[in-house]
């Protein structure tokens, strides 16, 4: 029976994320292998839970662990205000848009680098395809000890 609750919950991940169902492995983990966060893991656990009534409450308990929220994070946002500034005040004394969009892509690539390598690291807890077939499995999430 576990294989075919296996299946089932590949199907419901793969149909949520657009993927063949092929692609998914049981080792996959949704946020940094599949690409899931904020609003599409929502979306995916509910599907979760309206086809197979999994009690997801202890998930939902730590949830900001495991995922992040959607849209822009903080740290990216407050690259587009200097970009925008550096680039136009550029553009205008060079009198070239060349110049200015060269700025700007100067500007984020120096960004990019500046916070893979000291930005905030990624401490997100991550979940297995394999973590959620055994919660279905199971009934529910499992509590932490």
């Known amino acids: ?19 063949p169902r092929e692609r998914i492995q049981l080792s996959d983990r949704l946020l940094q292998d599949l690409g899931m966060d904020g609003d599409d893991a929502v979306d995916f656990f509910m ?3 309206e086809r197979f009534g999994t009690d997801l409450t202890h998930l ?13 994070s903080c740290w990216n946002a407050l690259l587009i ?16 848009t060349f110049w200015g969009i060269v700025a700007a892509v100067a500007i984020f690539v120096a960004w990019v680098w500046v916070m893979h390598r000291w930005g905030p690291r990624d401490r997100m807890v991550p979940i297995s395809v394999s973590d959620v077939v055994a919660a279905v499995e199971a009934g529910e ?3 932490r000890t």
């Open 141 to 143: 999430w499992p509590a």
């Open 47 to 49: 599907s979760l839970h």
């Open 1 to 19: 029976m576990a294989s075919n609750l296996e299946a089932e919950v590949i199907d419901v991940l793969a149909h949520e994320r657009g993927l």
């Open 81 to 96: 205000i200097p970009l925008g500034l550096v680039a136009g005040l550029l553009a205008a004394f060079a009198h070239s």
């Open 60 to 72: 939902q308990e730590h949830w900001s662990e495991h995922f992040g929220p959607e849209g822009m």
